[in-house]
C-alpha cells in the first residue's frame, strides 16, 4: 500500500487528542493535524494547559509537537478544518456519538449528526483520494451511511476508501493502553482497495505495535466488536453491582465474593469492583446504542436483556444515595455531607455521566449542604453537571466547591468518597491520614459493611485501585465510600462505614 504522509484527524477530544498524539510519536515522518470546531479547544491543545488531563499524556504532546528531543515537530492543531482535510491521505473521524436526546430513537440510539457533517465536510472539500477511518464508536452499518454521504456530495474523480478503526482506550489510562494496546481492529471491505487501505493504516500502527496485535476483520465486525465489548464489560459491573445487593441483604461480603468469583480463570479479576455505578461517557451510550440496535432488528429479548444493564446501574446509584440517607436517620436537611471526588474515575477530570452527578442530586433534592472537592474536575463544571438537574440558585446555595479534601471535611455528618483518587487512599496521604485521626476520636463503633466506589470503564483489580479502610483496628485493603459520623448522639459518637 501507499504509505500515509499526512493524517488529519477531525475532533479533538478524549479520544482524537492522545491517539493523534502517540501516531505521530511513533511516525516522525508522518504530519499529523487535529482540527475540530472549537477554537478553545484547539487553542488549548497548542498550550501547556491541555484541554483533558490524562496521566503521560503531556510528554507524548510535548515530544511530537514541540520536538523537545530535538526532532522535527509533526503534531499540530488547527481550525482551518477544510485545509486540513484536502491535505491529508488519511482521515480519522473521532468526533462524539452521544445518545439522541430528540426524535426517532432517541434515548437509545447513537446521534451521528456529527459524523454525518464530518463526512459531509470531507466530501465538499476533497480534491484527492482519502482513506476514511472510523475512530468514534459508531452502530453497525455506518460505514455504508458515511459511503452514501461521500458518495452523494463529493466529486466523481476523488474515490474514498472507508475503514473502521475502534478505539479501545480508556480514559485515565489512556496513554499507557494507545503505547501498548491489546489488539488494533481495523475493518475494511473484503475487496482489494479495501484490503490496500487496511494496509496503509496497519502500516502506521505498525511503527510500534506488533503485528500479531494487528487484526483485520470486516467492517461490520468491526464496528460491531467495539460496542460489543463496552456491552460485556458494562456488564460485568452491573452484575457485581446486583451481587453487591444480595450481600447486603445476607451479610456476605461483595469484595470477599468477587475475589473468590475472579479467582477462576474463565472469569477473571477484572472489572468485578463494586461500586456506585459505573460513568463515563461511553458505557451507558453503547449499551443503549446495542439495545437499540437489537430493536430495531426485531430482537426484543435481547434488547431488554442489555437495557437491563443500565438499568441496574440506576438502581445502584439511586440505593447509594438512599443508603447514605438511611444511614443519617432519613434526613439530611441541613447536614453536611462532604464528597470526595465528582469526576466518574480516577487520572481524568471526565464528569460525563458520572455517578456523582446522581448521587450528590439525589441529596441535594433531600436538603442536604453538600461540599465538593475534586483534584481535577472545575468548580465550574461541577455546577453545571449539577445545574442539569437542579435549577442553579439550588445548586448556589446547597453546594460549595473546595480545593482540598480536608476544607471540604470539616464538619461534616458524612465523607463520601465517590471517585477511587490515589490521593483518598488513607495510607498514602498525610492529609487524608490526619482527617482520618479527627474522624478516628469520634469512632466508638464500626459498622462495615459492603462498599461501593466508584468503578467505571477500564478500572482494573479492585486490589490494585481500591481505597484502603481507614480504620484504625484493620489494615485490610477495601474500597470505601462512605464514612458517616454521627454527631447527634454525644454520648455515643461514632463512624459508620456504609
Ligand atoms: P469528545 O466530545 O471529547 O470529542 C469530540 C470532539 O469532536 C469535540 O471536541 C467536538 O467539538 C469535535 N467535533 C464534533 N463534530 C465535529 C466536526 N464536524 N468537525 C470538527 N470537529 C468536530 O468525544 P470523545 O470522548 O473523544 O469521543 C469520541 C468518540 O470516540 C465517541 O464516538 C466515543 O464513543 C468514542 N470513544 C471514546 C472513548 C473515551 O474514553 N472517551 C474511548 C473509546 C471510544
Redesign the pocket.
Given at each position: 500500500p501507499r504509505p500515509v504522509k499526512k493524517i488529519c484527524c477531525?475532533?479533538?477530544?478524549?479520544?482524537?487528542g492522545p491517539t493523534s498524539a502517540v501516531i505521530a510519536q511513533h511516525n516522525p515522518d508522518v504530519a499529523v493535524t487535529v482540527?475540530?470546531?472549537?477554537e478553545a479547544?484547539i487553542a488549548a491543545w497548542k498550550s501547556t494547559a491541555l484541554p483533558i488531563y490524562e496521566p503521560g499524556l503531556y510528554e507524548v504532546v510535548e515530544l511530537a509537537r514541540d520536538g523537545t528531543d530535538g526532532r522535527t515537530p509533526n503534531f499540530h492543531f488547527s481550525t482551518d478544518?477544510s485545509r486540513t482535510i484536502d491535505e491529508a491521505d488519511l482521515i480519522l473521524i473521532?468526533?462524539?456519538?452521544p445518545t439522541k436526546t430528540v426524535g426517532l430513537g432517541a434515548g437509545g440510539a447513537s446521534d451521528l449528526a456529527?459524523v454525518e457533517?464530518?463526512a459531509r465536510?470531507i466530501a465538499e472539500v476533497a480534491t484527492s483520494d482519502k482513506i476514511i477511518v472510523e475512530?468514534?464508536?459508531v452502530p453497525c452499518g455506518t460505514a455504508d451511511s458515511i459511503r452514501e454521504i461521500l458518495d452523494a456530495h463529493a466529486s466523481p474523480d476523488v474515490h474514498f476508501d472507508i475503514l473502521s478503526n475502534p478505539?479501545?482506550?480508556?480514559?485515565g489510562t489512556a496513554i499507557n493502553d494507545l503505547q501498548k494496546p491489546d489488539r488494533i481492529l481495523i475493518g475494511s471491505l473484503a475487496d482489494d482497495r479495501g484490503r490496500h487501505a487496511a494496509g496503509a493504516l496497519a502500516q502506521v500502527y505498525g511503527s510500534w505495535v506488533p503485528q500479531e496485535r494487528i487484526i483485520t476483520i470486516n467492517l461490520w465486525s468491526s464496528e460491531l466488536a467495539k460496542l460489543a465489548a463496552n456491552c460485556m464489560l458494562a456488564q460485568r459491573i452491573s452484575s457485581i453491582n446486583s451481587l453487591s445487593a444480595i450481600c447486603e441483604a445476607t451479610g456476605a461480603n461483595i469484595e470477599e465474593l468477587a475475589f473468590a468469583v475472579g479467582l477462576d480463570t474463565r472469569i477473571g479479576p477484572k472489572m468485578l469492583k463494586s461500586s456506585a455505578g459505573f460513568g463515563?461517557?461511553?458505557f451507558k451510550k453503547d449499551v443503549l446504542s446495542l439495545a437499540y440496535i437489537a430493536e430495531t432488528l426485531h430482537l426484543p429479548e435481547v434488547s431488554a436483556y442489555w437495557k437491563s444493564v443500565v438499568d441496574i446501574n440506576e438502581y445502584q446509584k439511586e440505593r447509594f444515595a438512599k443508603r447514605i440517607t438511611k444511614r443519617l436517620y432519613n434526613t439530611l436537611r441541613l447536614k453536611k455531607i462532604a464528597i470526595l471526588g465528582f469526576a466518574y474515575k480516577k487520572n481524568t477530570g471526565d464528569t460525563r455521566e458520572s455517578a456523582a452527578i446522581t448521587i450528590v442530586g439525589q441529596l441535594i433534592a433531600e436538603g442536604a449542604r453538600i461540599a465538593i472537592y475534586d483534584p481535577q474536575v472545575s468548580e465550574q463544571q461541577i455546577r453545571q453537571d449539577l445545574t442539569y438537574e437542579h435549577p442553579a440558585e439550588v445548586v448556589k446555595k446547597q453546594v460549595e466547591v473546595f480545593g482540598d479534601a480536608i476544607s471540604a471535611c470539616a464538619d461534616a455528618s458524612a465523607v463520601v468518597i465517590l471517585t477511587e483518587w490515589d490521593e483518598f487512599k488513607t495510607d498514602q496521604t498525610p492529609d487524608i491520614n490526619s482527617m482520618d485521626s479527627a474522624v478516628r476520636k469520634q469512632l466508638v463503633e464500626r459498622t462495615r459493611r459492603s462498599h461501593s466506589a466508584s468503578s467505571s470503564?477500564g478500572d482494573a483489580d479492585f486490589r490494585d485501585s481500591g481505597f484502603v479502610t481507614p480504620a484504625p483496628s484493620s489494615s485490610d485493603s477495601n474500597p470505601i465510600s462512605a464514612v458517616v459520623s454521627e454527631e447527634s448522639r454525644p454520648a455515643d459518637k461514632r463512624v459508620d462505614w456504609v
Open positions: 477531525i475532533g479533538a477530544g478524549y479520544v482524537g482540527v475540530d470546531l472549537s479547544r478544518i473521532a468526533v462524539n456519538t456529527y457533517s464530518a465536510h475512530k468514534s464508536t478505539e479501545f482506550l480508556a480514559e463515563g461517557s461511553c470503564e
